[in-house]
């Protein structure tokens, strides 16, 4: 059974940095585009980061220049840095995973941003 686990959110202050981890038990782990996405309260689950199986990377506009997607293929793992964080960044994070028809997902790591 494939698991994705996220870790990393909490609480901080606008303007501060968190950097959320996920691990992933996918037998080939490099061959998935790894997603990071985040679904705030009343709204629609939405991309925040992609980091191909090549390694390519984009971003949602209202995250470019503050968020940094990564992956290490040996420790199965994708991270996301979250820098200059504000409050409209709260949000349940999410950790998908992606191939062909194959998508899975984590459950979620909630990260809240205060004034």
């Known amino acids: 059974q494939v698991q994705l686990v996220e870790s990393g959110g909490g609480l901080v202050q606008a303007g501060g940095s968190l950097r959320l981890s996920c691990v992933a038990s996918l037998s080939i782990f490099s061959i998935y585009n790894m997603d990071w996405y985040r679904q705030a309260p009343g709204k629609q689950r939405e991309l925040v980061a992609r980091?191909?199986?090549?390694?390519?990377?984009n971003y949602a506009d209202s995250v470019k220049g503050r968020f940094t997607i990564s992956r290490d293929n040996a420790k199965k793992m994708v991270f996301l840095q979250m820098n200059s964080l504000k409050p409209e960044d709260t949000a349940v994070y999410y950790c998908?995973?992606?191939?062909?028809?194959?998508?899975?997902w984590g459950q979620g790591t909630q990260v809240t941003v205060s004034l």
């Open positions: 980091i191909t199986s090549g390694g390519s990377t």
């Open positions: 998908g995973s992606d191939y062909g028809q194959s998508r899975y």
